[in-house]
């Protein structure tokens, strides 16, 4: 390596925030999360957001990839796992394994309706137990917290907003997998999108497994005079998983776009 390639390597290392990683209660779970903050002492916007079902390292090394491009910007990013999965792997069971047991003892109507029930049961009181410790940081704006996620992380991003008064929410390719097969799901999603108590913004690669529901979600938000928007991108790397993991790795994409949408809602 020349020292031209050494010295870029580490003044990247320098600019790009470290994580922390960071313990909070969920009922009687204790669960972990990874916290990257701006430089400074704040008060900082923030944003919980709320991985997807992949198991393995996925999950890290979209936290890896976010953290930091939300961090520069001048945000604390809050990435908590869930029951079953990464850092929270011993607090509970991995809800792939969950939903695949109820497919195998009443095949896939089963397994939708138990995906369903666990995103708005224990894995969004997760959620709302990550937002609650958010809330009492005192390098955080508590009025100017956002919620986000991808896949699984999506749509617990627009359950969240149905509940919580955060100021902004972000889906991203939250249903694409499981849409046309689970009518549970869509049902759930457009409850949620018809009550979310804070602006959506829907967005997707053309290439993910399916761009219905960003497109039936904002249009049923549309026709009830809820604020949202939609962008929908091209395609993003060489296959439908990669296009599907686009809200983890593109943000040299959608970057622009998904922080204007978070200084319009939630200030600058």
């Not at 930091?68 to 509970?92: E, H």
């Not at 990669?242 to 200030?267: E, I, K, N, P, T």
Request: charge should be positive.
């Amino acid at each position: 390596m020349n020292p031209a390639t050494v010295s870029g390597v580490l003044l990247f290392a320098l600019l790009v925030p470290a994580a922390e990683v960071v313990s909070f209660s969920s009922g009687t779970l204790t669960l972990h999360g990874v916290l990257y903050k701006p430089e400074g002492g704040g008060p900082f916007p923030a944003i919980v957001y709320n991985h997807g079902s992949a198991p393995g390292m996925m999950s890290r090394d979209a936290f890896a990839a976010l953290g930091p491009v939300f961090a520069q910007r001048g945000w604390v990013f809050f990435g908590p796992y869930r029951r079953g999965q990464g850092l929270s792997a011993a607090a509970g069971p991995f809800i792939g394994d969950q939903i695949e047991s109820a497919r195998r003892q009443g095949g896939f109507r089963a397994a939708a309706a138990t995906m369903v029930r666990l995103l708005e049961t224990d894995h969004l009181n997760d959620q709302r137990a990550a937002l609650a410790w958010l809330r009492r940081q005192p390098y955080v704006r508590s009025d100017r917290i956002a919620v986000a996620g991808n896949s699984f992380g999506g749509v617990e991003a627009l359950f969240g907003a149905e509940q919580e008064a955060y100021c902004a929410a972000v889906d991203s390719a939250g249903g694409a997998q499981s849409w046309k097969a689970a009518p549970e799901l869509q049902a759930a999603m457009k409850r949620a999108v018809l009550h979310a108590r804070a602006p959506v913004l829907f967005f997707q690669a053309a290439n993910d497994y399916d761009l219905s529901p960003s497109r039936e979600l904002s249009a049923a938000m549309n026709s009830a005079g809820k604020p949202f928007a939609l962008k929908l991108y091209p395609p993003y790397g060489r296959s439908t998983a990669d296009g599907h993991s686009f809200g983890y790795f593109g943000a040299a994409v959608w970057g622009d776009d998904v922080f204007r949408f978070l200084a319009q809602q939630c200030g600058r």
